[in-house]
């Protein structure tokens, strides 16, 4: 390890003590919210054995889904290993609210590269080919959302869906906070209270103290919920008829909720979930060490150390197509699976550009756990987040900080 990253390291171990105590206060909220939920509906031993086949009577499922609605605040949930992926919760929650001529409107700009498919691809079974129409509301220049173009076009267009995305993703912009969404989309439903209002929640889950007020959310049990301990699956909460609606889609129309075999990982998503809380702040605290530390470097970050958070991400800015590569290989290194293999850009299905990655995951392509990507081009800006454990975390960017400032 670089001498002069084990100091910078010190330094700012002690700088981030503040931050660090607010992020606790939070984890305390959302742990103790867990517990509640989990005691209200007794969960106990007998919800973790699964079933097989069909899966009907499933009642280890059906008290998972009544814990995600209660900590949610909402009416219904549908959380499955079916769901293979964010981008597969995301897509049959819109698939399941949207038909033949109704519009879809993504109002904080383009939503994630892997719904681009989804919703527009050509003749691949997309929103597009089913006949539903599409429309982006691009963001304002500082980063918000057009408020008053948004109003104006669901006041005249009436669109069956709006639809928001809270993380940054693969964007410069940042996260939104609960409160900025919940005001948002309190001025929706003053205009049309009709509009079904969809939000992509994956990387937001657990950073705040609440939830946003959508009537659908989605995500991914591979990111914040599932605690690192879920081995899969993704989830879809709001009002109980868009969630039939979409339990329609996933399954099939008339079996909706009632099938879908756990096959013994009901276990595993409640404790995945019982531990999210805590993991969800180790991945905070990874983050804002990870941007005091490179801003101290010299390197820009967004958010920086001291900024309010609504999801896990960190982006470092490099300006540097070969510090980026390094720091980025420098992650893999430092982490507890494949360390010893180093990643390379390729071509990835469902990205534009080509994509580095580094994932050293119990999971594949868990991104609660410790891993970092960047789309190789200007201003070469690595998107960073995860850390199951603080201490693995902070190790994994210091090993990151010290390769990326060696000349080799
Ligand atoms: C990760 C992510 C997705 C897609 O989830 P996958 O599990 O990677 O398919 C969609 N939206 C946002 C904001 C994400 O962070």
Not at 246 to 262: D, F, M, Q, W, Y
């Amino acid at each position: 390890m670089n001498e002069q990253i084990i100091k910078l390291s010190n330094e700012v171990s002690k700088l981030i003590k503040p931050q660090f105590e607010k992020i606790d206060e939070i984890v305390e909220y959302n742990q103790i919210k867990v517990l509640k939920a989990m005691q209200k509906y007794q969960l106990s031993e007998a919800h973790f054995f699964g079933t097989s086949g069909y899966g009907y009577d499933d009642i280890g499922r059906e008290v998972i889904e009544k814990i995600y609605a209660d900590i949610f605040g909402v009416e219904d949930a549908l959380v499955r290993i079916q769901l293979v992926s964010g981008t597969h919760a995301l897509s049959t929650m819109l698939f399941g609210l949207l038909r033949p001529n109704d519009e879809l409107v993504a109002i904080t700009g383009k939503p994630y590269d892997t719904l681009d498919d989804a919703i527009a691809g050509e003749g691949i079974g997309s929103l597009k080919d089913y006949g539903v129409k599409y429309t982006i509301i691009d963001l304002l220049d500082d980063g918000k959302v057009d408020i008053e173009k948004v109003l104006d076009y669901v006041k005249t267009n009436k669109p069956k869906v709006v639809m928001m995305q809270r993380s940054r993703g693969y964007s410069a912009r940042k996260a939104f906070s609960v409160a900025y969404l919940n005001e948002i989309i309190e001025k929706i439903r003053n205009v049309n209270s009709e509009t079904i209002i969809a939000l992509d929640n994956c990387y937001g889950e657990l950073v705040e103290k609440e939830e946003p007020k959508a009537d659908v959310l989605a995500g991914s049990l591979i990111k914040n919920l599932g605690g690192g301990i879920a081995p899969t699956g993704g989830y879809i909460v709001g009002k109980q008829k868009y969630v039939e609606w979409i339990a329609n889609r996933h399954t099939s129309p008339g079996v909706g909720k009632e099938c879908g075999a756990t096959l013994g990982f009901n276990k595993q998503i409640l404790q995945g979930l019982f531990m999210a809380p805590h993991v969800v702040g180790q991945a905070i605290k990874t983050a804002i060490f990870s941007a005091a530390l490179v801003e101290k470097m010299g390197f820009e970050t967004s958010p920086k150390w001291d900024e309010d958070r609504s999801d896990i991400i960190q982006t470092i800015t490099f300006h540097d197509k070969d510090k980026l590569i390094k720091f980025c290989q420098g992650i893999q290194k430092g982490s507890a699976i494949d360390s010893h293999v180093t990643p390379y850009p390729w071509a990835m299905p469902g990205y534009s550009d080509e994509v580095i990655m580094a994932a050293g995951a119990f999971n594949q392509g868990s991104s609660i756990e410790l891993s970092a990507d960047a789309p190789i081009k200007e201003p070469y800006i690595l998107y960073m987040q995860g850390g199951l454990t603080y201490e693995s975390g902070k190790y994994g960017i210091m090993t990151a900080a010290s390769d990326c400032l060696t000349n080799n």
